[in-house]
Each structure stands twice: as C-alpha cells, then as structure tokens.
C-alpha cells in the first residue's frame, strides 16, 4: 500500500509517522518550505494528543516529547486586579467536564513539529503545493502539484488544515466560515513576565476586564530541550532546541488599553516573530459521505476551539490503525476508511460557534 499525505501538519506528520513504523510507504507534500510558518507558539496537549503520539511514533520520540512538556495542568484559574495587583480569584477544575478543557500538559509548537519530522526526512517534500487529485480507472489516486509534477498511491489523504485544497476539490459542500472573531496571540519570554509565570504555576489563566479578555498560559521545560535531546533523540536537529527559554504564552481579544499595565507589560515585551492575529473560523458539519481511497483528516475536515490540535493526532492515529488493518488483508480498503470516517465525525464537535 501507499499513502500520499496533502500537508506536514500536526495530523499528516502524526499519520505518516505511524504508518512509516509498520512498513507502508507514506509520501507526505508539504506547501511551506522547511522552516514552516508560525503556527502558534505552544500547544495545551490532552490524553487524546498523548494517545495519539504513542500509538504512532517511535518510543523515542515520545520520550523527547514526555521530557520537554510542562507539567500537569489540571486547573484554570481566574484573575482579578486586587489592591492594584494581579490575583487569583478563582480556581475551576480542567476536567473536561461541562465544556471545560481537558487535564494536559503545554508544549513548545516548533518543537513538537521537528520531533515529528525526525525520521521523515527522505518522506517530505517541501515547497510542494497539493492543486488537484484525479481517481484513476485502476482505484488508485493521483495528486497533482503546482510546479506540474505528480505522484499516484491507493491513499490520498487531505491534512492540509484549514484552506484545504483536498477538501475544496472532494467535499465542496463543506464550507469555512469565518466567525467575526479576531483574536491577538504571542508569547513572552518568563523573564520578562514581571511575576506572572510565578502567579499561575503551570495552569491557564483567565482574566476578564471591561470588553477584553486575556487567556495565559506558562511553559516550564521539565527538563532542558538540549539535554533531552542528547539523552533521548540526537537525531532531532539540534536548531530545534538550541535557543528555547521559559515563557508565558497569551491571546486576547479586546482592546489592549483596557489591561492593567502588568498585562500591557506582557503584550508589550512580547517576541514580535511570534505575535500574530488569528481569524476564529468554523465548519458546520456537513451529511455523512460514502468512503473513496481519498480522505481528510484534522482541520482540514473540523475546527475545534482550543483542541484542534488534538483532534488532528487522534484522528490520524485512528485513520492509521485503520489503514494498518486494511494493508493486513482484515478489511477492505474503502471499509477501513468507511470506519475511520465514521468514528471521525462523531468524535468532530458541533458547537453553536465552533472555531480554534
Ligand atoms: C495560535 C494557535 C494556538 C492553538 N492552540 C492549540 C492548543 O493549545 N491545543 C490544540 O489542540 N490546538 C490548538 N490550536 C489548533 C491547532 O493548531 C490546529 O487544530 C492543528 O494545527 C490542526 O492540525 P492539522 O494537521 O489538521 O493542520 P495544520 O497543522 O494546519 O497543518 C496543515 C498543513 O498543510 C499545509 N498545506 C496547506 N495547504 C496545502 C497544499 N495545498 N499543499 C500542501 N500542503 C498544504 C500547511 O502548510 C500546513 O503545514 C491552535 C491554533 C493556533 C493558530
């Protein structure tokens, strides 16, 4: 079997990890070049994330992972201006519960990012734009790309996020939407965060004032990037770990003006490579469709606030078990992808106001 990925995203990288480790030649295109764009920053990663990253990469990788996570959170605090100063005023379970995130652990995006792509290096091609796919006579797929080359394989898969041209072309009646809603997001190095990394610990935190919300996050190494990856995965580029700090990660909506100014402190002092605007879009969930060899995965098909990341692991980790199943002889090809969609959709959330 082969499997032609459409983006080296969360979710493509995840699946074509997976299905690397059994044997099946994967093919992943990528539209960025190596480097990639910024995505954000850092990532709050659940049980679904974990359990997606361990049932597709190498015990290795999962290890990097483990050892340069923050710690559990499992808490979202509130904040509130008393006497002048920033404190917390409340403390709500991360449970997972009545619409509350689950309990996770934050990671650094970039990080996570070259560790997937460890071991992949000879199945990436970068620079690669996906435009058009054609299924041929003999049940097999080609991909078509905008500098006029081609590849074929039993399995197209769309995780290009998202724009996703795959979706565009295969599943038109699926449509983004944007919300109205723009959100302001970066990171700030915890030195320069005047107290507040201290504030919090390692849970999110909350503060609401006039029209304007903040949410915050820290990230604390468990353990220094450049010893993880001497100890457990040398092949990790070195780059991707050679300038990591602690740092307190944000995203706002409202005006900065309405903040005391430990907040307006923190925006200001922000990495401005890391400070960008972000649409919040949602796809309203579109009528079963009947499996083909092509499919997609993550937000190319879904967006989830605050958890598409998540969902994009579990959802290659799953379409991968199934393809592993389907390459084994124990289920048809189109029964395979039939069953991963099915479990995809239910799992997909359909909120009033989706977005991520
Ligand atoms: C600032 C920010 C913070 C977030 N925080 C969290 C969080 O804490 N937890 C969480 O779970 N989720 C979070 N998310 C959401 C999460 O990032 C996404 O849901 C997740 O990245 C989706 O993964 P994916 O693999 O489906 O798509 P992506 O990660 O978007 O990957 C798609 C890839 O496809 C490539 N591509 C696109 N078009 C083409 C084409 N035509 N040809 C070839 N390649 C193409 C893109 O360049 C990209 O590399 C956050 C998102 C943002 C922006």
Not at 45 to 53: F, I, S
Not at 109 to 121: D, F, H, K, N, Y
Not at 219 to 233: G, M, V
Request: one cysteine or more; charged letters at 20%; a neutral charge.
């Amino acid at each position: 079997m082969k499997v032609i990925v459409i983006g080296a995203g969360l979710g493509g990288l995840t699946l074509a990890q997976g299905l690397r480790r059994v044997g099946i030649e994967v093919a992943v295109y990528e539209r960025d070049g190596a480097l990639g764009r910024a995505q954000g920053v850092s990532l709050h990663v659940d049980d679904r994330g974990v359990a997606a990253l361990q049932g597709c990469l190498p015990s290795a990788h999962v290890a990097m992972i483990d050892a340069t996570m923050g710690r559990l959170r499992d808490k979202t605090l509130k904040l509130s201006e008393v006497d002048g100063s920033l404190a917390v005023v409340d403390a709500q379970p991360t449970d997972g519960a009545a619409g509350r995130a689950r309990p996770g652990r934050q990671t650094h995006r970039p990080l996570l990012r070259s560790i997937l792509l460890t071991g992949l290096e000879d199945a990436v091609r970068f620079e690669a734009e996906f435009t058009r796919f054609e299924r041929l006579p003999d049940g097999t797929v080609q991909a078509w790309f905008a500098d006029g080359s081609n590849d074929t394989a039993d399995v197209l898969v769309g995780a290009d996020g998202i724009g996703s041209a795959v979706r565009r072309q295969y599943l038109p009646q699926a449509q983004v939407l944007d919300s109205g809603r723009r959100m302001l997001m970066g990171a700030t190095p915890s030195r320069a965060a005047a107290g507040l990394p201290e504030l919090i610990g390692d849970n999110p935190a909350v503060v609401r004032i006039q029209d304007t919300t903040m949410v915050l996050g820290a990230l604390r190494f468990t353990s220094p990037p450049t010893l993880a990856r001497q100890r457990f995965l040398p092949a990790l580029p070195r780059a991707a770990v050679a300038t990591i700090e602690d740092y307190l990660m944000w995203a706002l909506s409202g005006p900065v003006d309405d903040l005391p100014p430990s907040l307006q402190r923190i925006v200001d002092e922000a990495w401005p490579e890391m400070t960008s605007t972000l649409r919040v879009g949602m796809i309203p969930p579109i009528p079963p469709w009947p499996a083909t060899a092509v499919t997609v995965l993550g937000d190319a098909i879904h967006l989830a606030p605050g958890f598409g990341g998540n969902l994009a692991m579990q959802d290659a980790h799953r379409l991968c078990s199934a393809l592993i199943e389907a390459n084994r002889g124990q289920l048809s090809l189109l029964d395979a992808i039939g069953s991963y969609e099915d479990i995809m959709r239910a799992a997909a959330p359909v909120p009033a106001k989706a977005g991520r």
